[in-house]
């Protein structure tokens, strides 16, 4: 189980460029004094360092408005929303999506990445936290999880790519290329293969502040039970995000359950997750850039199945930060607070390297 929730939570998201709330770009089409010209070259490059430093301030309207004519610029056909959904670069389309629209809208346009919320808090990924927003990214991950089950340490690296869809839908792939632990005969390492993810992930609502998000998580039994492994599950969650708060301050979360679909062994759960961080350093291209630091809780408890009746409960503090061409390090010490010993782990370094893409 503790190689479930260490799956399904390991993540990173595309890097986040802090953007200013802007309503309107001052025209430089209004008539001026010959004796004003130099104000209005101040006011022209303040301007064009606006529009460097908030994508959305290009398009001179409202946040969250099509320019003139964006309709008809959308990309029509599957393979160009996808296309257009993995590889474009028009975060002045954004727009907000309500969830009184969730059948009607959003389902045909492409994926537009939002920077900021309008206070400035970046929308990125934490280890152990990525509940509630869509991302465009790949990411290799490790773990060493020390005292695994209480008989030597387990040894997971998983990669994982985010694909956006359309606005509406995306798909999550996490591949656990190598599962390590003690077990069977002998009680010694097995390095194989582990269970295959795939998470459908639907936004069911988002603007600047809040983005709220419905998954399901689909878990194939494609390792081996010697590593415990070899489960076929679905963990439906909601998730959520806030950046509303001063500072760089956000909140994020999740809640669902873990329903086993096959194997007797296995038990089900309901699964919860709360996390905070804050912006520390804003996004540039200087290593170190885009810093934050965050605490993120994770916890489970078993409902019903054959086993012993637990909470689950782990606590990681970790940090983000870029690298530069937008690859990024994240890294987070997971340490369980609540849980029993042939369940869980003493502690675990967890490393990633993400690229937006």
């Known amino acids: 189980m503790t190689t479930a929730v260490l799956a399904i939570h390991l993540g ?11 309503d309107s770009v001052p025209s430089r089409d209004a008539p001026f004094a010959p004796d004003s010209f130099g104000l209005l070259e101040e006011v022209a ?90 991302y465009r990214l790949f990411f290799i991950s490790v773990a060493d999880l020390n005292d695994f089950h209480g008989n030597g340490n387990e040894y997971v690296s998983d990669f994982s790519v985010y694909a956006p869809i359309s606005r509406r839908f995306q798909v999550r792939v996490d591949v656990p290329f190598l599962v390590s632990d003690r077990g069977g005969q002998g009680n010694s390492y097995h390095d194989h293969f582990g269970d295959f993810i795939v998470t459908p992930r639907f936004l069911l609502s988002e603007n600047r502040d809040l983005t709220q998000i419905l998954s399901l998580a689909v878990r194939t039994p494609t390792g081996k039970t010697v590593n415990g492994e070899g489960l ?27 329903v086993p679909t096959t194997r007797e062994q296995a038990q089900a759960t309901y699964d919860y997750s709360l996390a905070v961080g804050k912006s520390l350093i804003p996004y ?20 019903d199945g054959p086993g012993p009746r637990y909470t689950y409960l782990s606590l990681t503090p970790g940090v983000r930060f870029h690298l530069g061409r937008d690859w990024f390090f994240l890294g987070g010490l997971d340490a369980p607070v609540a849980v029993p010993k042939v369940q869980g782990f003493s502690w675990g370094p967890i490393l990633v390297i993400a690229k937006r893409y």
């Open 232 to 258: 076929s599950t679905l963990s439906p969650h909601y998730e959520f995000w806030y950046g509303g708060f001063p500072r760089g301050w956000a909140i994020r979360g999740s809640a669902g359950v873990t």
């Open 12 to 22: 990173l998201a595309p890097a986040q460029v802090p953007a200013q709330a802007t």
């Open 45 to 134: 490059q303040a301007v064009e360092g606006a529009e460097a430093y908030d994508p959305l301030a290009r398009v001179g309207l409202p946040t969250g408005f099509f320019p003139p004519g964006a309709e008809a610029r959308i990309t029509t056909g599957l393979l160009g929303l996808i296309g257009e959904s993995m590889f474009g670069d028009r975060p002045d389309l954004w727009r907000p999506l309500s969830i009184r629209t969730f059948f009607s809208e959003g389902w045909l346009e492409p994926w537009r990445q939002l920077p900021s919320s309008l206070t400035g808090t970046p929308r990125t990924p934490w280890i152990n936290a990525l509940d509630g927003l869509f």
């Open 284 to 303: 540039s291209s200087a290593l170190f850039s885009d810093f934050i630091a965050y605490l993120a809780m994770n916890a489970y408890t078993t409902l």
